[in-house]
């Protein structure tokens, strides 16, 4: 059965779009329920290998399901995550009702939650056998995608999260923030400088401007379960009262007003320092899974370009200029390396004790977690045929090495 799988990812792009073969309402405790598209699975014969899907859009955003080609022919388990991405203006009574009723942060982590338990128990292989769950997001369901995979990600257990594959996914939302150091934020000036500039792509900024709709308030930013990132370090910065000034900057507007400033007064003494974290604890039975993530290209800019006539002496050449902006490609970069990190310093440092091929270790960081850019995003938010074929490759690669073990 899966050897077949693995033949067909190949061709899957030209496959039709499957039929939904069930949808399942799961109670979210007190908090509504959250919808499951079952595709290519049978409740009464549950497949060993199961691929969860977290959409780029909450289903309401568009109103369309649509499963990325590639999945096509393989067990899908599509999580119909709850999320607000506009917000109302409340004119009258009606409309306030309806504000009510939206979906804030923290309902799509929730709705994650309830969603992936169902799975777990519901779907598992017959006898409590042994089988691997693998995640698949883009864009908002990539950083719950991820979310999911560090917290559930425990390789003794006979059935769970093995690996994740993300594409243009935000793992650290503070970087929309003026202060944190990829926008180089550090005084009033930079800070202004910094709203006005653009992410080197249009679906960020489109982000950028959303972001209250999405979490309502800044503090939200700051949950790891939004910014997974923060599992592994915290911010440097502090929690600023908007999401368009940093602390510092409303600490400064506040004094030329003459006015005293709450957060102007705890950043006096400086910008908290960041410090790595030990993620995963080093009591738990976590590992960090196999891991594939996918950005696209950053536009152009004038920050790779170079003026002859300002020239004061010999330049590095422009593809080695670092690329400070704010893009899908910063973002993977940085949830590569803290994942890395973790690696090599938490899980490998205790191995080493007992494994002497010492090679293999050094080169198992970057074997396990891969960054790969693929060019243009579609104009839906998906993966192009490039994209597609290097998750079909490396699905079907994990899949064929966990039969043999």
Request: aromatic letters at 8%.
């Amino acid at each position: 059965m899966f050897s077949s799988l693995h033949r067909r990812c190949f061709s899957v792009l030209k496959s039709t779009h499957p039929r939904i073969r069930k949808t399942v309402p799961v109670t979210c405790g007190s908090g509504g329920s959250v919808d499951i598209d079952l595709y290519n699975i049978d409740e009464f014969s549950p497949s060993k290998f199961l691929v969860i899907h977290l959409p780029p859009l909450p289903e309401s955003a568009n109103g369309v399901k649509q499963l990325p080609e590639f999945l096509h022919d393989w067990p899908v388990a599509s999580i119909n995550y709850r999320w607000t991405t506009e917000r109302l203006n409340a004119a009258s009574q009606e409309d306030e009702e309806e504000f009510l009723n939206t979906a804030d942060w923290p309902v799509p982590m929730h709705d994650v939650a309830f969603a992936y338990q169902w799975i777990a128990e519901a779907l598992m292989p017959p006898d409590n056998g042994r089988g691997s769950i693998y995640v698949y997001g883009s864009h908002l369901g990539a950083g719950l995608a991820m979310s999911l995979s560090l917290t559930e990600s425990h390789p003794h257990k006979p059935f769970c999260v093995r690996g994740v594959a993300t594409y243009n996914g935000i793992y650290n939302w503070t970087m929309f923030l003026p202060g944190h150091k990829v926008l180089g934020a550090k005084s009033v000036r930079d800070a202004m400088r910094a709203m006005r500039r653009a992410n080197g792509n249009a679906r960020l900024d489109s982000l950028h401007g959303r972001l209250v709709s999405l979490f309502q308030e800044p503090a939200n930013l700051f949950d790891p379960f939004a910014s997974p990132s923060l599992f592994f370090h915290n911010p440097g910065l502090s929690i600023p009262e908007s999401f368009y000034a940093s602390a510092e900057f409303a600490g400064v507007v506040s004094a030329m007003k003459g006015e005293k400033s709450s957060v102007g007064m705890e950043t006096s003494s400086g910008t908290p320092r960041r410090s790595y974290l030990v993620f995963p604890p080093r009591q738990s039975t976590l590992k960090i899974p196999e891991t594939m993530l996918l950005h696209d290209a950053p536009s152009q800019s004038h920050l790779h370009q170079h003026s002859p006539e300002k020239k004061t002496k010999p330049e590095k050449s422009s593809s080695k200029i670092h690329d400070t902006r704010h893009t899908f490609m910063a973002q993977a970069d940085e949830m590569a390396s803290l994942m890395r990190r973790s690696i090599a310093r938490v899980e490998l440092k205790e191995r080493a004790r007992w494994d002497e091929d010492a090679q293999y270790l050094a080169e198992e960081p970057d074997r396990r977690i891969n960054v790969v850019e693929v060019g243009q995003e579609r104009e839906e938010l998906g993966l192009n045929d490039a994209g597609q074929r290097v998750v079909s490759d490396w699905m079907g690669k994990l899949n064929t090495i966990r039969r043999w073990l």
